[in-house]
């Protein structure tokens, strides 16, 4: 594509709501946040580069969100509610935080309860005292759920009997009504506490529809940030294709996760003696070594073999790559295995111009949401480790058309990676085969009934037929 025709195609895509009608990409309502269009792949690469560049066939399936006849007779009453009112306190970071929130707007429908805007409380890791309306566009998260559910700015009264309540794990509807029901036509508020992943899973078809409107409708950030990270977005892709990964390298993750930094001894020590100081904070099956965690799949990728997985998998040593997340705990050190790969690297703090970020600086949900922009838009992105936001970008990029998203399997792959004896091309053969079905193909929630549908929208909130919907 030449200059000048980028320079009108961008012209024409601002937006992150503008309809779409580029390669592997259903139609939507203006109210969806939208990427830019992926690449056309040159002809000058290899066969290798040119899988790799590949988009996954999205087999069909595009957004269906039609609520059944009941849901929206329902709705005529449920999204006029002045009596009672659901108040939630959400945490974590940002992508936590948009989980927390699709939960709560379920939470109301179910409760038939107007949703006071969802409190952001302050971030206790990263000091983020922003609110709601810092990160998220309000009035478009109220207009765009304004058949679903009533949502309102304040409560309408003073309570002065104000008690957080706390739900069980994997709590359903039907719990959910007999437990709150009744305090709630008494008392006219409930505040919830503590929701993250505590809603079912396996929730009726509408309450499933549901849960993807709030996170690939509802849920656009606040102009600034979306300002600033469309203005990123354009200058890695006015480029030409780009890889996007997030590397999960910060410190607390190494703390968490009880593995070993990859950067020798020294760092590694700092790591074991904050873990031992605080050794709450590991996350799970605490009796395995830090190899039997490796093993296991259960650490993030180091910059190293982030480089090895995309050299095997065909990526073009020249291909641009943009690094979302936190500052990795060993600073440039810790990407030198990464850029002595692939040297054209970019982060929202190269790409950004003179205090551009400024506003944002020590805004960690403001920070990630510029990330999840830049992102969205790339035509191939690669977690280096799970998490909410691998969950939340592998399930936005199927929705939005089934953009390549390459999940590692680390317990398929490391055990070739530590064998001297393969050579870089049988390990090339190796990882691709490996990865060939988990590069952004059509997955199926039905499969695993504990996965969220806002990770895996197939089949509640996407479908196949010749017709759009919203």
């Keep these: 594509m030449s200059s000048s025709s980028q320079s009108r195609l961008l012209l024409s895509l601002l937006s992150p709501v503008a309809s779409s009608t580029h390669q592997n990409s259903p139609k939507f309502s203006t109210s969806a946040m939208m990427p830019l269009p992926v690449h056309t792949v040159a002809s000058n690469l290899?066969?290798?580069?040119?899988?790799?560049?590949?988009?996954?066939?999205?087999?069909?399936?595009?957004?269906?969100?039609?609520?059944?006849?009941?849901?929206?007779?329902?709705?005529?009453?449920?999204?006029?509610?002045k009596r009672r009112f659901l108040m939630v306190m959400v945490s974590g970071g940002l992508n936590q935080?948009?989980?927390?929130?699709?939960?709560?707007?379920?939470?109301?429908?179910?409760?038939?309860?107007?949703?006071?805007?969802?409190?952001?409380?302050?971030?206790?890791?990263?000091?983020?005292?922003?609110?709601?309306?810092?990160?998220?566009?309000?009035?478009?998260?109220?207009?765009?759920?304004r058949?679903?559910?009533?949502?309102?700015?304040?409560?309408?009264?003073?309570?002065?009997k104000l008690k957080e309540t706390k739900i069980p794990?994997?709590?359903?509807?039907?719990?959910?009504?007999?437990?709150?029901?009744?305090?709630?036509?008494?008392?006219?508020?409930?505040?919830?506490?503590?929701?993250?992943?505590?809603?079912?899973?396996?929730?009726?078809?509408?309450?499933?529809?549901?849960?993807?409107?709030?996170?690939?409708?509802?849920?656009?950030?606040?102009?600034?940030?979306?300002?600033?990270?469309n203005q990123l977005t354009?200058?890695?892709?006015?480029?030409?294709?780009?890889?996007?990964?997030?590397?999960?390298?910060?410190?607390?993750?190494?703390?968490?996760?009880?593995?070993?930094?990859?950067?020798?001894?020294?760092?590694?020590?700092?790591?074991?003696?904050?873990?031992?100081l605080q050794p709450e904070y590991l996350t799970g099956r605490i009796n395995m070594s830090h190899i039997q965690r490796r093993r296991a799949g259960l650490c993030p990728l180091n910059a190293l073999e982030i480089a090895r997985l995309l050299?095997?998998?065909?990526?073009?040593?020249?291909?641009?790559?943009?690094?979302?997340?936190?500052?990795?705990?060993?600073?440039k050190k810790a990407l030198q295995s990464l850029i002595a790969e692939f040297p054209n690297i970019a982060t929202k703090y190269t790409l950004a111009r003179e205090r551009e970020l400024s506003p944002f600086i020590n805004k960690s949900s403001a920070m990630a949401a510029i990330d999840y922009i830049v992102s969205l838009s790339s035509d191939v992105f690669v977690p280096s480790h799970g998490g909410n936001m691998g969950r939340a970008m592998q399930g936005h990029r199927a929705y939005v058309g089934h953009r390549k998203y390459i999940k590692p399997n680390k317990r398929a792959m490391l055990d070739y990676f530590d064998d001297a004896s393969i050579s870089e091309i049988e390990l090339g053969i190796i990882v691709r085969k490996v990865h060939r079905r988990s590069q952004g193909q059509p997955e199926p929630r039905t499969k695993r009934k504990d996965l969220d549908v806002v990770a895996y929208p197939v089949p509640e909130c996407m479908c196949k037929r010749n017709t759009d919907s919203v």
């Design 311 to 331: 050299k095997a998998l065909g990526a073009p040593k020249q291909a641009r790559i943009y690094t979302a997340g936190g500052e990795p705990f060993g600073g």
């Design 46 to 81: 290899s066969d290798e580069e040119t899988e790799f560049w590949k988009q996954p066939d999205g087999e069909g399936y595009r957004p269906c969100l039609d609520f059944s006849l009941e849901y929206r007779k329902e709705s005529a009453k449920i999204s006029k509610e």
């Design 97 to 145: 935080q948009r989980n927390q929130i699709a939960d709560a707007v379920v939470i109301a429908r179910i409760l038939k309860a107007a949703l006071v805007v969802p409190v952001l409380k302050v971030n206790l890791i990263w000091k983020d005292d922003s609110k709601f309306s810092d990160i998220f566009d309000v009035e478009h998260f109220k207009n765009t759920l």
């Design 234 to 276: 354009r200058r890695m892709w006015i480029e030409g294709p780009y890889i996007a990964i997030h590397l999960r390298l910060e410190k607390d993750v190494w703390v968490r996760s009880g593995c070993q930094t990859g950067l020798g001894s020294d760092y590694d020590t700092i790591v074991a003696k904050f873990r031992n």
């Design 147 to 160: 058949a679903d559910v009533r949502v309102v700015s304040s409560l309408p009264f003073k309570h002065f």
């Design 169 to 229: 794990h994997d709590a359903s509807p039907h719990w959910i009504r007999a437990r709150f029901g009744t305090q709630l036509n008494q008392e006219g508020l409930l505040i919830l506490n503590g929701l993250d992943s505590k809603l079912s899973k396996n929730l009726p078809f509408d309450l499933q529809k549901l849960k993807c409107k709030v996170a690939f409708h509802a849920l656009i950030f606040a102009a600034p940030i979306q300002e600033l990270g």
